[in-house]
């Protein structure tokens, strides 16, 4: 069974902190990897990774991949309020048709 | 602007009473899913659309039944809501399968009595 496990499950830090968030997982036959982020409601796209060691960047927030220990991370600098929310991480794997698996999800907290 | 909107936001309603939740994209994606949220469990897919007339079974269908007639649109049928049911529903699509990134509706919260 395919297992997307995400840690810490939540983080309090104050604004300018630099977080980290982990997602490791077990697939069989794995394509890719996503983050999103999920405020109050939708969850919205961040980074969809499929090759190791290409870091992805979108202003404070990047993202890299490690297909041989088979985890991604999530570094977010220079934290902001506006960055609290849920970090979901999900893969998808060849096998599973063209489903996502998606972890328990990470809730972070920046305090002003 | 390029939405997907789901319907309604919040129900409240009782155990057998057939329900049907509403999704609609107006982005011409190909491919549509739902989820369920659960705390603890994070989001489980029910069922997905790889287009008109194609659904297929996620990793929690059983209680669920959808519909893909039409490109823009595919509802989540309970035909005998049940209280394990209730739970946070989430809509998305994207333009062809998983190698585009999903937009998720806002989400229907649904409590089963």
């Known amino acids: 069974e395919d297992k997307v496990v995400q840690s810490p499950l939540s983080l309090v830090v104050h604004e300018g902190d630099t977080v980290t968030l982990n997602c490791s997982y077990e697939v069989t036959n794995f394509r890719s990897l996503l983050w999103y982020k999920q405020e109050k409601k939708a969850p919205t796209f961040l980074f969809m990774l499929t090759s190791s060691g290409i870091e992805k960047k979108s202003g404070r927030l990047s993202s890299i991949l490690d297909k041989k220990e088979l985890f991604s991370i999530l570094n977010i600098t220079a934290t902001q309020t506006g960055d609290s929310a849920v970090y979901l991480c999900?893969?998808?794997?060849?096998?599973?048709?063209?489903?996502?698996?998606f972890g328990g999800g990470t809730r972070l907290m920046v305090k002003p | 602007e390029a939405q997907v909107t789901q319907n309604p936001r919040y129900l409240i309603t009782v155990t057998g009473k057939k329900l049907t939740v509403t999704c609609s994209q107006n982005m011409n994606h190909e491919y549509m899913s739902w989820y369920r949220q659960d705390p603890g469990l994070g989001l489980r897919q029910i069922y997905y659309?790889?287009?008109?007339?194609?659904?297929d079974k996620g990793d929690v269908p059983e209680g669920y039944k959808v519909s893909r007639k039409e490109k823009r649109n595919f509802p989540l049928i309970l035909e005998s809501p049940s209280p394990n049911q209730t739970s946070l529903y989430f809509c998305?699509?994207?333009?062809?399968?998983?190698?585009?990134?999903?937009?998720f509706g806002d989400g229907t919260r649904l409590s089963i009595l």
């Open positions: 998305a699509s994207s333009y062809r399968g998983l190698n585009y990134p999903q937009h």
């Open positions: 659309s790889m287009n008109v007339e194609v659904t």
């Open positions: 999900a893969v998808e794997a060849r096998d599973a048709g063209n489903m996502l698996t």
